[in-house]
Nanobody
Framework: QVQLVESGGGLVQAGDSLRLSCAVSGRTFTTYVMGWFRQPPGKEREFLSA????????YYEDSVKGRFTISRDNAKATVYLHMNSLKPEDTAIYYC????????????WGQGTQVTVSS
């Protein structure tokens, strides 16, 4: 089992930056990839970014490429999502997820953290 806890969400203004954290615990050595997703109000959950637990491979959805950066600190077992130039349309619940076998396949999910961007 892998447990995920997101933090760092909040209310910010358009143009601000925010860093989300995802603390990973449990059988972290089984983790292959970590991902960030979001679910805007009334919409389906969408992929944002992913990073392999080892190595340097990162992946981004086109709409956030250049504004969002994913990183990890294996010593702290934490994955981050750095978000710059936030827009009101970035308002959503943000989730992190862990996959055990391959990029795109996620087995564990956190509870989510709310990000609200005011105009």
């Amino acid at each position: 089992q892998v447990q995920l806890v997101e933090s760092g969400g909040g209310l910010v203004q358009a143009g601000d930056s925010l860093r989300l954290s995802c603390a990973v615990s449990g059988r972290t050595f089984t983790t292959y990839v970590m991902g960030w997703f979001r679910q805007p109000p009334g919409k389906e959950r969408e992929f944002l970014s992913a990073i392999r637990w080892s190595g340097t491979d990162t992946y981004y959805e086109d709409s956030v490429k250049g504004r969002f950066t994913i990183s990890r600190d294996n010593a702290k077992a934490t994955v981050y999502l750095h978000m710059n130039s936030l827009k009101p349309e970035d308002t959503a619940i943000y989730y992190c997820a862990a996959g055990l076998t391959r990029v795109g396949d996620y087995n564990y999910w956190g509870q989510g953290t709310q990000v609200t961007v005011s105009s």
